[in-house]
Nanobody
Framework: QVQLVESGGGLVQAGGSLRLSCAAS????????MMWYRQAPGKQRELVAG???????FHGDSVKGRFRISRDNPRNTVYLPMNNLKPADTAVYYC?????????????WGQGTPVSVSS
């Protein structure tokens, strides 16, 4: 059974930092692309960042220079340190795994962790 468990969300003031983690089980972690999506209230889910099995990374324009995705294959964990947070970053953040690459439809999703940034 595939499980993606996110942690690290919370409430932070603008300019602050958080680090999201996603622990995976039930998948061959090292061969999967791993992604972070987010969904703000009233908006569509969007791809924030992704990292391929070969460590190629993608970051959305709105988070470039502030967020940086990484993965630890021995720990089956993907991270998203988030710096200089803005109120516009407020959303539920979801971890996802895709066997066909970062830009393909994910095979598995986590339950999400909420991030709230106050001004």
């Amino acid at each position: 059974q595939v499980q993606l468990v996110e942690s690290g969300g919370g409430l932070v003031q603008a300019g602050g930092s958080l680090r999201l983690s996603c622990a995976a089980s039930g998948i061959d972690f090292s061969v999967n692309a791993m992604m972070w999506y987010r969904q703000a209230p009233g908006k569509q889910r969007e791809l924030v960042a992704g990292i391929s099995s070969g460590d190629w990374t993608f970051h959305g324009d709105s988070v470039k220079g502030r967020f940086r995705i990484s993965r630890d294959n021995p720990r089956n964990t993907v991270y998203l340190p988030m710096n200089n947070l803005k109120p516009a970053d407020t959303a539920v953040y979801y971890c996802a795994a895709a066997s066909r690459g970062i830009l393909s439809s994910p095979d598995s999703w986590g339950q999400g962790t909420p991030v709230s940034v106050s001004s």
